[in-house]
């Protein structure tokens, strides 16, 4: 059986968690203001190498101080290098902005205290990757990896409106599918026909797609959410709010939410129901078999499941 991440309580964790240091140079998108007052580069940083001999995340050491050009008293260049092949080299270009004073208690009484209050990141090289897991890009399928591909360019270069804008297309395109996956889900798990039917009306419901991931949602089984999340109310969360109540930074915001649920409905939940099935066609071969073990069931097991499973042309 796999293990499902605890999202709800990891999204609720990251929304609490203030962003690092690290966090902006490692994953922060370009162009778009970073809430870190005085920022200054750490010493070192967890960050994925590309070179083919280590191609996993390993430690990169700062190798200079952060310096700043002659362009302006607050633009800096920082230079980091993979520790283990000690060959790949990352720059980080960016300016301290959003200036501002406050008054403290100093040892002659109340004095002002300048002080940037954000950071901007301005160049990065390599780019910020728009790579996405093996699973995840065969399951989107070529054509909608590339879109979610977009998505990402368009996150990484601080244009949120734009990512949110593609990965709607590729919910609006796929929100059929992944109907037909939490319904394959909702059999293997021997849910009552009469609801696995009102979770696939939800598909031929004449209504927008964002519309379509709610009724399904709302009529899907508590015992098919996992670990308190339910994956189509989690993305109809993030594809139904009103664009044009979005600034870009909440766009992003939703853009890197995207990216676990995504990996969660699209990969792994596809898995948890192909591997059900095939558990299931598994159980009924030893029954058909007059297999001891089909006769002596565990409990917990869908070995239940004698309802032929239907044929999908989502290849599970
Ligand atoms: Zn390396």
Not at 173 to 195: F, G, R
Not at 284 to 295: D, V
């Amino acid at each position: 059986m796999l293990q499902f991440p605890r999202m709800a309580e990891e999204t609720e964790a990251k929304k609490k968690k203030a962003l690092t240091a690290e966090d902006f140079i490692t994953k922060w998108p370009l162009y778009t203001p970073f809430n870190f007052e005085e920022y200054s580069p750490p010493a070192r940083i967890s960050f994925h190498c590309p070179n083919h001999d280590c191609s996993k995340e390993t430690t990169w050491a700062l190798s200079n101080k952060a310096n700043f050009l002659t362009v302006a008293p607050n633009f800096y260049h920082v230079h980091y290098q993979c520790t283990l092949c000690q060959s790949f080299n990352l720059v980080v270009c960016y300016l301290r902005v959003g200036y501002k004073t406050r008054q403290i208690i100093g040892p002659t009484g109340q004095e002002p205290r300048h002080f940037y209050s954000q950071a901007l990141k301005i160049g990065q090289y390599p780019a910020l990757s728009i790579k996405l897991s093996k699973a995840l890009e065969k399951n989107l399928g070529e054509h909608h990896a590339a879109l979610y591909k977009k998505a990402l360019a368009n996150r990484n270069e601080g244009y949120g409106l734009g990512a949110v804008s593609y990965i709607r297309r590729v919910v609006e395109d796929k929100t059929e599918e992944l109907i037909e996956v939490v319904a394959q889900l909702a059999q293997s798990h021997n849910i009552d026909p009469e609801v696995i039917k009102q979770i696939r009306s939800a598909k031929d419901e004449k209504t927008t797609y964002d519309k379509k991931l709610k009724l399904a949602a709302t009529v899907m089984p508590d015992s098919l959410v996992i670990d308190g999340v339910n994956p189509l109310d989690a993305l109809y969360g993030l594809v139904s709010a009103g664009l044009h109540d979005l600034t870009e930074e909440e766009c992003i915001e939703i853009a890197d939410e995207t990216q676990s649920v995504f990996e969660f409905t699209f990969t792994r939940l596809r898995a948890e129901t192909k591997e059900r099935k095939d558990f299931a066609d598994k159980i009924k071969k030893w029954a058909g078999g007059n297999s001891p073990a089909a006769k002596t069931p565990k409990s917990g097991t869908p070995e239940k499941n004698s309802a032929e499973p239907s044929k999908t042309p989502l290849g599970i």
